[in-house]
């Protein structure tokens, strides 16, 4: 990836167009017409803005001073340090503000409080969802070339993973689960390196699992040609970084917005790159864990990584913008804001979806089979895949993990199935596995049932 320009100096450039008390009296004019801190309500770089059109009476330097100069009276230090040890900045600007409150109604309004997110027989599967989601999407952004269809059998199956690849999938749900778990707890040094480990148990050598890099372990971040984009922090830093790092995580700052902190928790961990390898996939843990600390229960099931899986550049590019230009956090929180609320929406088109989904396959079971026993709701989100994935097998333990229900339970559902035909039974050694059958379609209406 092309490394960004490296903007003007705000500083340097003063002299250059302020003269005179006429020259101020312009330049102080010219803000309005610069579009302020955001022109066109975006917040660009120099490597973007240089590429637009200046507004009348203005060139690209004097334009970029009148948006530096805007932004100068939003900006504030954070307790977030660089590698000189200079404090990162933030400019809570309106286009931020825009976003932030978007996501507040989404948390707080009608989607946040949907039933399906917390009725438990809902609740279990989108949370399998998203946990899978997750794992395949951040684990594909680190180079495991696993298919989501794979990435499911292989969590709902809980089998021994056979590649590197297998293990970095089932080691991040499993991570996943623990960061839902001790979302409630504060942050310390000793639960980073504890979620480290279960990140990438099995994936790295275990004297690499849960423990920060050491001298000689520097880690430059590359692009794909083998450039450096970014040179960390050296490792006998890392320590102190950590706790700097958990102690902003667990601060009160009223003026700093909640999603904003998270954000933040994960752009410092990427920064510091704190060990040999894993460091985006436990930031990305790590900002769910903020969210779900801070009360915002939406964030469990939402896959930002699946967003940023979509556009990697995107991300990349946000990261680059804030070593370039003066520390500005900003660019890499506008960019996680935006994948947040892209994860949003795609979360309501699930819920929206998924009763018509079920209701659909429920209407096909029917008009199959007007008359006869009832499918449970488990067992319709059986059939609904079942139709799609012919020849799938299905597990009494698998069922259990994805629909979050006892193995009597899952049991019951499965040798019920079977019972109707619906599913076929056989045996893989000592245990049973239930296949879909190719003529499912026909056995549904030989069946004789009905949806619940």
Not at 86 to 107: G, K, S
Not at 147 to 159: G, M
């Amino acid at each position: 990836m092309k490394i960004p320009s490296r903007p003007p100096s705000p500083l340097r450039s003063v002299p250059d167009h302020v003269r005179s008390q006429s020259d101020l009296m312009a330049m102080i004019g010219s803000l309005s017409i610069a579009g302020g801190a955001a022109p066109g309500g975006r917040y660009r770089h120099w490597d973007s803005l240089r590429l637009q059109t200046p507004p009348p009476g203005l060139d690209h330097p004097r334009w970029w001073l009148a948006v530096k100069l805007a932004r100068a009276s939003s900006y504030q230090n954070l307790p977030l340090r660089n590698g000189r040890g200079e404090p990162f900045r933030l400019a809570m600007d309106d286009v931020v503000w825009r976003l932030l409150q978007r996501i507040d109604a989404a948390a707080f309004g009608d989607l946040g409080r949907s039933p399906q997110l917390v009725e438990r027989r809902t609740r279990e599967a989108l949370l399998f969802r998203q946990s899978v989601d997750e794992a395949v999407a951040s684990s594909r952004i680190e180079g495991a070339p696993l298919t989501r269809h794979d990435a499911v059998d292989l969590v709902r199956e809980n089998r021994p993973p056979r590649s590197v690849g297998e293990c970095m999938i089932l080691s991040n749900a499993r991570a996943m689960s623990h960061v839902r778990a001790v979302a409630h707890l504060p942050l310390t040094p000793a639960m980073v390196l504890e979620l480290h480990d279960r990140m990438t148990d099995g994936a790295l050598d275990p004297p690499e699992c849960g423990r920060l890099r050491r001298d000689g372990e520097r880690v430059h971040v590359h692009d794909q040609a083998g450039g450096i984009l970014h040179t960390p922090p050296p490792a006998v830093e890392l320590p102190g970084r950590l706790e700097a790092l958990c102690a902003f995580a667990n601060s009160d700052d009223p003026d700093l917005h909640p999603v904003v902190r998270a954000v933040l928790i994960h752009f410092q961990l990427a920064y510091d790159h704190p060990f040999t390898d894993g460091n985006g996939r436990v930031a990305r843990a790590l900002f769910t864990w903020s969210l779900l600390n801070r009360g915002y229960g939406l964030g469990e099931f939402l896959s930002t990584s699946r967003i940023l899986e979509q556009d990697p550049s995107r991300y990349t590019r946000a990261f680059l913008y804030v070593e370039s230009d003066d520390d500005d956090t900003t660019y890499f929180v506008l960019n996680q804001l935006e994948a947040m609320l892209t994860a949003v929406d795609d979360l309501a088109e699930y819920l929206d979806w998924k009763p018509r989904e079920l209701r659909r396959v429920g209407r096909l079971i029917e008009d199959a089979a007007p008359h006869g026993d009832g499918l449970n709701h488990r067992q319709l989100d059986v059939v609904r895949h079942a139709l799609d994935n012919p020849g799938h097998i299905y597990t009494f333990a698998a069922h259990r993990r994805t629909h979050g229900v006892s193995y009597q339970t899952a049991r019951t559902d499965l040798l019920g199935m079977a019972e109707h035909g619906v599913l076929e039974r056989a045996k893989r050694g000592k245990m049973f596995v239930f296949a879909v059958p190719r003529d499912l379609e026909n056995r549904l209406a030989a069946a004789r049932i009905t949806s619940d």
